[in-house]
């Protein structure tokens, strides 16, 4: 039994999964961030609707980025605690490997892409197994991205709106329906990562910020 969190993104979601199938999920994306408000009351009700106590589960599973900064080190506070009580191993997931797994197309690429700032995004390639064909990278889109990219390219995310105006190519299809990264897509991946004994160091384990976080001063006098 593996409790998994994801807050890297405006969605907040949790699912529990036995043997990596989904047991149930609770999940809310707003336009204000409701984490830190919102993910013990979605964990609780979780862990309720499967009758599951917490003693129960085996690790937890987090969400490791790329994503908003406050909304990684809400879940990874989170998911390091339940560990820490329980004694259970952490597992990371590549939160751009759990936005793509929500794309069925058989045949293309795909491409995960989450907002950054202006005209940049963090992304990854992957084809439609889910092989990683790219690392994760921050870049900014020009109507030359993926240019060597042959075939159908599969674009989910929550930028989808400010790409579509630079990559006008019918090569690139756009799934306006897959904006976040939800944790019932974490489920078949932290099964793995736990049977091949792929945990983290609970003292030293960080969210994958991919860059450094930006204070900027206020103009305000």
Known sequence: MILNIETAT??????????????????????????????????EDVMAMANCKFENLTA????????????????????KGFCYALNVPLLAIDTLEILARQVTQNEGHIIP??????MEVYSALFDTKFLKLRAVAAEIISQESYSNIKGKIYIVGDCQQKIKTVLQDERFVF???????????????????FQNNQFEDLAYFEPYYLKDFLITSSSKK
């Open 10 to 43: 405006r969605n907040c979601s949790v699912s529990l999964a036995d043997k990596g199938k989904t047991i149930c999920y609770k999940e809310l994306s707003e336009l204000g961030y409701s984490h830190a408000e919102k993910l013990h009351v979605f964990i």
């Open 113 to 118: 892409m989450i907002d950054a700032r202006r």
């Open 175 to 193: 799934n306006e329906q897959i904006e976040f990264p939800s944790a019932q897509n974490m489920s078949e991946l932290s099964y793995i990562k």
């Open 60 to 79: 937890i599973a987090v969400s490791q980025g790329p994503g908003s900064y406050t909304g990684l080190r809400i879940g990874v506070s989170a998911a």
